[in-house]
């Protein structure tokens, strides 16, 4: 079976700093994706791992352990526009993405 | 604009109903996965087509069905609705290959489908 965790739900403050962990237990694994979703809207490409290690893109980085199976996504200087949720996608096959359920960010001033 | 377009973007019917969700994959596109996500659930992978021809079948219930055509556009049919069946239906469509970058899924607007 496939299992994605995520928290539910995270808080934050404006200019700071914030990680949200994934951890997974998939028949097969090809990479490990971030997006992010506005309430409503589609879901938008953050990020891709499929190697150990850190990925970094401007205020958001991602980091990847294989043999834990766990995930994090780190966010610097928050902004408000970065209240979304933030799915953790494993691809587990030829192009198949298995999604978490998502963790609910919410940014105040 | 991730170039994935969904039609209609909005759609009201009644329980017993059948609705039909249309899909343009991006330019060049071959892959079209669809995937429903419902009120505080996660996106739930329906099927997946490359190039026509059924490739991934995930949590698809027998009510519902879809198809790709030849000019790439796909459609995902809904049967004998149930108001469970209200989520936001999206489709999703990914390059051919992975050379070009991670394959990462480009995503519509979606589809909100509520069945009264």
């Known amino acids: 079976g496939q299992n994605i965790d995520q928290p539910t739900e995270m808080t934050a403050t404006e200019g700071a700093i914030v990680q949200i962990n994934c951890t997974y237990q998939?028949?097969?694994?090809?990479?490990l994706f971030w997006y992010q979703q506005h309430a409503g809207e589609a879901p938008t490409f953050l990020s891709y791992n499929v190697l150990d290690g850190l990925e970094e893109k401007g205020r958001f980085s991602s980091f990847l352990s294989r043999s834990k199976g766990y995930s994090y996504l780190l966010l610097k200087e928050l902004q408000m526009k970065d209240s979304a949720s933030y799915l953790c996608a494993v691809r587990t096959g030829f192009q198949k993405l298995v999604f978490g359920t998502g963790t609910r960010l919410l940014v105040s001033p | 604009d991730s170039g994935v377009t969904q039609t209609p973007k909005h759609l009201i019917t009644a329980t017993g109903q059948r609705v039909t969700l249309r899909c343009s994959p991006r330019?060049?596109?071959?892959?079209v996965y669809w995937y429903q996500q419902s009120l505080d659930q996660g996106l739930q992978f329906l099927i997946q087509y490359y190039n026509g021809e059924e490739r991934a079948k995930g949590n698809i219930l027998e009510r519902f069905s879809a198809q790709q055509f030849p000019d790439l556009h796909s459609e995902l049919n809904l049967s004998s609705l149930e108001l469970g069946d209200s989520a936001l239906y999206f489709c999703a469509s990914s390059p051919r290959s992975l050379a070009g970058g991670p394959g990462e899924l480009f995503f519509g607007e979606g589809s909100r489908l509520t069945v009264l």
């Open positions: 330019s060049g596109d071959l892959s």
């Open positions: 998939t028949s097969g694994f090809n990479g």
